[in-house]
């Protein structure tokens, strides 16, 4: 029942069009930033961090607002007219080369609207989507009743989650998976993203270990001006998922930062990424305390 008001109010919150969509991001994000919140001194510190320019703090933050509010009316309207929003795909031959060929890894960074892409995949065939559980359940349950919808199947990342990954790749499926999401103190290494060192998912190196006839293809849907998308994808260098578990994760964060500097406002950066903790090693959280 509160997965269902949750959705009626999601609904409400993605009535307003491209144009009021982006003026009401303007404001929030513009009052964010100059009260100092939360969200905004976590983009400052990722800023600093990784020496990037700090006056795209404030531009982050409107794309990060935008996503937001898109994806609150992409949950809730029929695919059809979102998939209206996409007015091109680029590498589209990579995409489809790997499906005829049998299964495909989506490595999908949190760039542009994820949520859109997934519904652009499922469009084409089977989609298992592997995500981070929400801290409530009532939320955890709207977010499924949002994403499984048209041939997606969301499986939470957690020690359950191989299983029913490797039978969608046995079935010459599609996965999606986003690979800048901290993994959990077993399932990752560290390795250098934007200069910073980064707890980075085995996940992907474990999956082509097992699966080397997946094609692992870089993807996102890319926000343009004026509101519309691209979908753009690009094929993830094949070190990625063969040799050295840490000759992939540097090749796998290299690929993601090249990907991004597409237009480097339309990355979460308003996400911890630096801060993580690997079993049997004190935790690393470069945002204490000034982020706090």
Known sequence: ????????????????????????????????????????????????????????????LVQTQLTLLESLRFWTRPRAENLREIVEAVGLEHLAAGERAGPVVIVAPH??????????????????????????????????????RGGVSAV???????????????????????????PDATGGQWSPFFGVPALTMTLLHRLGTRHPEARFLLAAAERLPGGRFRIVIEPLPATVTSGPVQVGLDALNSAVEAFVRRDLAQYQWTYKRFKGQRANEAPVNPYWPECY
Not at 122 to 148: G, N, Q, S, W
């Open 156 to 182: 939470p990342a957690d020690v359950h989650g191989m299983k029913p990954l490797l039978r969608a790749l046995q079935r010459g499926e599609t996965l999606g998976i986003t690979p800048d999401q901290t």
């Open 111 to 148: 760039y542009g609207n994820w949520e859109l892409l997934v519904q652009w995949l499922a469009a084409r065939r089977p989609l298992t989507l592997i995500y981070t559980r929400a801290k409530f359940a009532a939320v955890d349950a709207f977010l499924r009743l949002a994403r499984e």
């Open 1 to 60: 029942m509160a997965a269902h008001a949750l959705r009626a109010l999601a609904w409400l919150a993605g009535l307003p069009g491209p144009g009021l969509r982006r003026a009401i991001t303007e404001r929030v994000a513009a009052r964010e930033y100059r009260r100092r919140a939360k969200m905004a001194r976590v983009v400052d510190c990722n800023l600093r961090l990784t020496g990037l320019d700090a006056t795209m703090a404030l531009p982050t």
